[in-house]
Every structure is written in C-alpha cells, then in structure tokens.
C-alpha cells in the first residue's frame, strides 16, 4: 500500500499492485479501503475490467460476504454471485431463515465430501432473512430436457460418476434434477453444486437411491428414439440398472458405439 502512491496511475505494476492490495483488503473484509483503492484504479484506468467488476460486487447487495448479481435468488435455486473474501465467482442457494440448521447441515455434508466434480463450499450462513449455502464451480446449471446424443451419454455419464461418488461416500440425495449440476462444456465438465435435501445414509441404500435417480435422468435427457441406436444390453442397462457401476458401463459403451457409428 505504501508503493502505490509513488507509481505512475498509468502503468501496469501500478495497476498490478493495486489489484493484490485491494484482494488483502477483501480478505481482511476491509471493504472500504479496498473500494478506495479499486476507485483509484478504475479512475486512472478506466479499462481495467477486473477492478470494474470487484466494484461491483463491493457495492452490490450481499448475503455474509456473498455480492449478489441481482435481487435476492429464488429459494432453492442455484444463482450468481461474488465471494468478496476469495474474489471469486461463485453460485449460491437460499433458504428461509428457518431451515437454517438445516441448510448449515447439507453445507457440511458437502463440504466434507471433499470429491472432484463435487462443488466446494466456501461460505454458509444466514443473513436479512435467508440462510445461504455458497460453492464454486464453472459452468452453468444443466437445462432440462433431451440432448443431443453424444452430449446427453457424455453428461449422463458423467452425472452417474458423480451420483455414485456420493453414494459411496454416504451422502443421499432427493432428486438428481438438472438444475443440481453445472454444465462446463468447454471446462470442468460437469459439477454437483446443489446438494438440497441431501441427507447422511449408509452408502448401500445411497447407491440403491441414486440409481434409480439416474435411470430418471437418462429419461429427461436423452430423447426416446435415441435409445434405437443403442446396444439392447446397453438400453436395457439404462432402463432397468439398479447399480450405479453396472449403469456407468452402459452410458461408457453407449458413447464408445455413438463415436464408432454415428448417427
């Protein structure tokens, strides 16, 4: 901080330094030095993107020391956000204040799943009314509705891994909508962000749930006549599988057949 005022405004160590300084700022939850700073920087380089957004976020409304991207989000549904404390995109859940013990609850199961593909926690809480659960992840949420085939095995699949991961590791979930994972088509692929309603059980019965939970995602996503280009094993796998190792096999070997003989 000491440095700043010594360097041309103009310059990128200026600009450079500015940024790391307003980040220990951020980190220390001095915000309003921190906003001086990014002012300072924005005023002498109006071009500097970065400090445009993280003024944003300092000014935005916030939820702990969650910026959010617009009003508060609907209940239940993944929205956009900025975690000040991490300068860092990320999406974030709510509550009613009331089930907050509840969503305190579903944010240290997932925070202790500690897996790849599941979306790290990194602030939970509740403030004006909301109890908030925050995590990281790129993408969007997944659409609902069929795919193309090549995308719907590949996410399929991926969803699959990623439900048995869980299951093995004792964590339930209600429902495997899309709307739980986010799409990286071009990134991380696919991440389970959206842990509501998710409940501690023995791994078995966790496995058992999450197959049938991904058979009924195989029927949202992939379209009705694609499955006449499919193997009938690996049809008859997706329709009737009641393990998760035995349904990621069919979608692997579903994929394997699309590349080898396209439609």
């Known amino acids: 901080g000491v440095l700043l005022p010594t360097l041309p405004r103009t310059g990128r160590v200026y600009a450079r330094l500015a940024m790391r300084r307003a980040s220990q700022l951020l980190t220390r939850h001095a915000d309003d030095r921190a906003k001086a700073v990014l002012t300072d920087l924005h005023q002498a380089q109006p071009g500097q993107r970065t400090a445009e957004r993280w003024l944003r976020a300092v000014a935005a409304r ?47 199961l997932q925070a202790g799943l500690r897996l790849p593909g599941i979306a790290p926690v990194v602030e939970h809480g509740a403030a004006h009314g909301s109890a908030y659960v925050a995590v990281v992840g790129s993408g969007r949420p997944l659409a609902s509705g069929p795919m193309a085939l090549p995308a719907a095995l590949g996410v399929l699949a991926a969803a699959a891994r990623l439900l048995r991961a869980a299951a093995l590791a004792g964590v339930a979930l209600p429902d495997a909508s899309p709307a739980r994972f986010l799409h990286d088509p071009r990134g991380d692929g696919l991440t389970l962000a959206d842990l509501d309603g998710a409940i501690a059980v023995d791994p078995s019965d966790a496995g058992r749930r999450h197959a049938a939970l991904a058979r009924a995602l195989v029927d949202t996503l992939l379209p009705a006549e694609a499955t006449e280009h499919l ?18 096999d069919a979608l692997d070997r579903s994929i394997l057949r699309s590349i080898r003989e396209p439609t």
């Open 231 to 248: 193997p009938v094993d690996c049809s008859t796998a997706l329709a009737q599988a009641s393990d998760l190792a035995i349904l990621v």
């Open 62 to 108: 916030r939820l702990g020391r969650i910026a959010l991207a617009g009003e508060l989000p609907a209940r239940g549904r993944l929205a956009m956000g900025f975690w000040l404390d991490g300068q860092c995109a990320v999406w974030i859940r709510t509550a009613a204040a009331a089930d907050a013990n509840r969503l305190a609850t579903e944010a240290a």
